[in-house]
């Protein structure tokens, strides 16, 4: 089982790799933000996970929810926002995308093809 620390730092390295992101700590936690204040990406680690919330598509967040460790959410789940409990490398492989996903929504439009697929 991996650990939640390892997990955490892998999805800070995607989340601070993306053009004109920096991370913050308004509520206690790591935030992730692009350009002017956009957060794309939050996570507090757990003694058993690293929670991650992202926004995603309606599409993508029908397709996540179906999964046992995703929920819709708290206090921003009705504007599109999940959350996923990530403990293992496959949900951690999900999380990756998702923040790459929620990059793209809320990033300026200069930068979308940083993640788009070419």
Known sequence: MAKPDDLA???RRLALSL????????????????ADNKMFASMSVATDCVQLTVKLTAEEREIAQLLP???EARWVGRYGWITAEVT???SLDAALEW??????LKCPPH???AVEET
């Not at 004109?20 to 992730?32: A, L, N, Q, R, S």
């Not at 923040?99 to 793209?104: G, T």
């Open 19 to 34: 053009p004109e992101t920096y991370e913050d700590e308004p509520w206690g936690h790591p935030v992730f933000k692009v």
């Open 9 to 11: 730092d892998g999805l």
């Open 111 to 113: 930068l979308k093809s």
């Open 69 to 71: 460790y995703v929920s």
């Open 99 to 104: 923040v790459r996903e929620s990059y793209w």
């Open 88 to 90: 293992d490398d496959e």
